[in-house]
Structure formats: structure tokens, C-alpha cells
DNA sequence: AGAAGTAGGACGTGGGACGTCCTATGACTT
DNA sequence: AAGTCATAGGACGTCCCACGTCCTACTTCT
């Protein structure tokens, strides 16, 4: 009653090949396309999807069952399917298992997890230093207010200040990232029994995030980001789990695994 | 036979509450985690993975369904199911699907794509400007001189140059995102019969790239990424499907780009 | 007219059957 | 004895059918 009683290896290196209900996949991506469906618009049923592609319903529930899992479909019980947003929040299981599963042996991974965090983030505060809504200040300053008084909250805060500022430049795509990026990260963290945050330090360091963009010196405010980064990274150091760990060379041997 | 019959709108906001299906879904992850499962171990048969978790086979199946979307599975048919790497080759479809869906009234989406590249690919290049294999000169320059050739190798090698760069800061994360960053805009724009990239061009921005990267200048490095990424940028505006639309602020009506 | 009840549509789950694909084992050939 | 081929069995792929649950929209009663 082990895993599975034949044979297998982990070395296997044969390639799953094409399989059918991919094909159904796509026949389902492409009828959204084809028709243009907006976000939210309702699908067909089920049973009329089956009959048009001519499989069994069970197939068709796979695909939407495949789609549903990247955010491409929304399923409502008793309702309907509708097509989705494909919005961050599909990743979420995808970018969770990525870092915990070579997690035992390597915590590099969520150091990739905030290094990325941190390009995106720098570059992204230094245009919109260079260009922003004069609101945007105050809107920042009062999450740092947030984040000085300790509790849930700071946690809340930190995170829509970061929010705030990928909002504003404008891009979808890197916003709803580096949110994903956080969001796993903590509960990455948590996961390993990583450091909390210490709020008042984050504070500062966010401060001095608002102060370069009320400057508009891009250069200073990327300065920030990356002062801000290296004391998280610190602090991580210092978790239980033992830190990151060095950045490894991608292909010569000289050095690590 | 239209779409739907019933009169659903668009404007339905009520959210998928969670489903039972899920609830399998995270169990056979957690089994993968707790067990410490390693990427290409086999998973237990859909049949006593089943009897396990006290559902039918159906329900496993669905759950894997989604697994394998994510890449967090790999299903080989009459073989056996297998950890799989979460590789970001999952997100494909998710990213295509994103990026085609509202393709039609916003082409902003394609410079979304190219606008995160760009952010990583600049912070990535400076820090392998301060630090990187000897060996990895000669490597790009072998990408340039083919580049220079015109033909289908050409983007092959258009690719792997980034790649090379992205690999060598030994991000395993930002690796696999600039990488599917690429080709989801390769398709994207092919798709949307955009302009295919000019070679001689495009080479002589890799070449300044790798000047910079000789000279070890960080910033430098930067500079010279982001005018590549002007350059992709002008071509597009150029292209058949009218350009990218200017960057619009994220909540008010102010300034832009 | 408003509210409660009801019929029907649509997804969720279960169980079973059969086809297809793959591997491993054993018989056969050289 | 070694290599090749045929075969049996395991595991996934697809299908069918039935029933449960949930939601909406219509009907009916007050």
C-alpha cells in the first residue's frame, strides 16, 4: 500500500505527450475568443458544450475543471460558468507549491520570491517618482501612519502601500504580480515559521520610499526600495529557518549545489 | 442555441463560494508536501488516492485536472501520475488567455507584458554587470553574431540571450518569468500580426548590452536595457495592430506616461 | 402588489464499464 | 545464453447514467 508498487523511478524523463482533453482545453479558450466573451459573460452549459465538441460531459467538466484552476473560468453551483479574469489570485496554488515543495532543501526560493519582488518594485517606484498624482503622497503616508501602530493592521498596510504604488504606474500585470509575490511570501513565511515583520523598522523604511518620491530623484527612490529589501532580507537572515542562503552561479561548477 | 438561455448578465458579482473540490485539491498537495514527494516521484493511483480521501475516482480525477493545469502534476496515460515541477510553461496559457482576452479593445496588454520584462530584465542585467562568469561574454557574443543572421534562428537566439543574462544572476524565478514573458509575447504578437523584430536592430542593442556588461558598469547596463525595450516598443508602435495606447494612471485622470 | 412556494435548469458527486496506453514478465528464437 | 517478441496486467482516458445540491424564475396564494 506504498505510493505505487511498480517499478517507477524519479529519474523518468519521458515527456507526457499531448493529451486529448487538451485539445478540449483549447476548443474552450478559443470559443471565448472567437466570441470575444467579456469578463463575467456567461458560458455555455456543460451539456451543450458537450454536445458541440462532441465529447461526454465528464470531459468537458475536466477542461472547465483545468480552466477553472487558472482563473480563465469562474463555476458557480447551481448557476452557471462564466469566464473569468484570469486574474493573480490562479497563481496563488501555483506559485505556493513552487516555493514550498524544494523548500526542505533549499530556502532559496523564497529568496527568488523577494528579489523578484524587489526588481519590479524598484523600477516601478522609480517611474512613478519620476510622475505620480499629488494624492498619492498622502494616500502613502497614511498607510505608514498605519504601520507605525503595531497589530494586524501593519501587516494590512504594508501591503497597500506597496499596492498603492505599483497601482500608479499604471500596470496591470506587474501590480497584480508583485501582490501575488507578497501575499505567497507570507504565507511562505508563516509556513516556516519565518520572522514577522517588525513594524516600526518597515515604517522607516517605507518612509524614506515616500520621501524619495516627494523628491522625484528616480534614482533616490530606487535606493529606497532596495534599502527597504536589504533589511527584510536581514531580517530573514536572522528567521529560524535560517536564511536564504548565497546566490548561486546559474551555470558553471564553480561553485554551490 | 445561443450562448445561454437564461437571463444572466454580465454585471454578476456574487463570488464563487469554495467549493468541495478544492478541499481534495489541497489534500493531494498537502500529500505531495508532507511526504516530501520530490519533482518526477510517482503519486498514488487516482484509484487509492480515491479510497484515501473517501471520494470517487471522478473527483480525484477533477482535482487532478487542475493539479495538472499548474503544472504541479504530470499525468502520463496507462503509466502513472507524477510530481511535476510547476514550471512556469503552466502559465502559458493563463498569461496567452490574459493577454488575447481583452486584446480587442486594449492592446496595453502586450506593452504590460514588455513593460515587466523590461523591469526585470534591467535590475537583472545590472547585478550580473557587477558580477558574472568570465565565459559569459564569448556566450553572448556567439548569440549576437547569430543574431546578425537574418532568419528563423535569429529569435532563437533573440531568446537566449535574455536568457543567458537572466540565468546568470541565478534567479531561477525571474528566469522562468522573462523567459514565458517572451514567448507569450512572441505569440501574442504573431497572433495579433505585429511586426516581426528586425534582426540587424536588435543585435546592435544586444551588442551594447554586452558592452556594458564588459565594462561593469551596473548602470550602464541598465541604460542600455532600457533602450533595447524603447526600441522594441518604437517597432510595435509601428505594427500592424497600431501600437500600445498610451499608460494610463492607475485611479485619477492627471498625467500619464 | 407582495411574499411564499414550486418547477426546472445547471453544476456536483458517485458508481460502473470499457478502451487505450504503457511496462514488465515470460516464452520463443537465434 | 542473449536478444526479441508476445502477452498479461496495471493505470489513465472516456463515456454513460443517476441522483443530490444549489440557484433562479415563475406561479400562486394572501
Known sequence: MATCQCKKDIRETRVARPQRSEEITKQIIDLIVDRQLPTGAPMPTELSLAEDIGVSRNSIREAVKALQALGIVEVRHGYGTFVGSAGSEALQTWLLFRTRSRGSTDAGRLRDLLEVREMIETELTSRVARDHRPELIGELQACVARMRRKGPDAAVADREFHDLICAEAGFDLARELTGLFWD?????????????????????????????????????????????????????????????????????????S
Chains 1, 2 share one sequence.
Open 184 to 256: 505567497v511570501y507570507r504565507a511562505a513565511e508563516g509556513e516556516m515559521g519565518g520572522p514577522v515583520s517588525s513594524a516600526p523598522a518597515t515604517a522607516k523604511r517605507h518612509q524614506a520610499i515616500v520621501d524619495a518620491l516627494v523628491s522625484g530623484d528616480a534614482e533616490a527612490a530606487a535606493h529606497a526600495v532596495h534599502r527597504h529589501f536589504d533589511e527584510v532580507r536581514k531580517r530573514a537572515k536572522a528567521g529560524r529557518y535560517g536564511g536564504f542562503g548565497e546566490a548561486r552561479p546559474a551555470v558553471s561548477g564553480s561553485a554551490a
